[in-house]
């Protein structure tokens, strides 16, 4: 677990022991929109999904509005993006060996996409719902984290 902390924070450590002090420019903006579209993709994305889960008549449903249309794991794409904003954004200040604090995204999307969020949740949705004909539409219609882009 401090591997993961320690490389999951390496662009923000890279730049803050950096000497270097380039004029903020056009990748610090771009960074940044970058990690704020994250952010809030996550925190849109939870607050709907506490929402839906709110009213007892959803109980044992699964959500498909709001965000939750368009991927059937938008938080997760904000918790990436907002990783690669701040990577993208500390990259500006950054040299030689200091570009393999890159790994900090990459990490984060392997965890996400291939061991713990998506493959646990999608397979636990199968599980529940699997022989729902609502649900496997929405599978076979609804991007599993990049919205609108189906693979």
């Not at 993006?81 to 392997?110: D, H, K, N, Q, R």
């Amino acid at each position: 677990q401090g591997i993961w902390v320690f490389i999951t924070l390496l662009p923000t450590l890279l730049l803050n022991n950096s000497r270097k002090n380039p004029p903020l420019g056009n990748r610090d903006y771009i960074g940044w929109a970058i990690w704020t579209m994250g952010f809030i993709f996550e925190v849109v994305a939870d607050a709907q999904k506490s929402y839906f889960r709110s009213f007892p008549e959803n109980k044992g449903k699964f959500i498909t509005s709001g965000l939750w249309s368009i991927s059937r794991h938008p938080n997760y794409f904000g918790e990436i993006s907002l990783w690669f904003g701040l990577y993208f954004s500390a990259s500006s200040a950054l040299s030689g060996f200091e570009y393999i604090s890159v790994l900090s995204p990459i990490l984060v999307m392997l965890l996400i996409t291939k061991l713990s969020g998506i493959p646990l949740l999608e397979a636990a949705g199968k599980k529940k719902w699997g022989e729902d004909p609502e649900y496997q539409r929405y599978l076979e219609n609804t991007p599993v984290l990049v919205p609108f882009i189906k693979t």
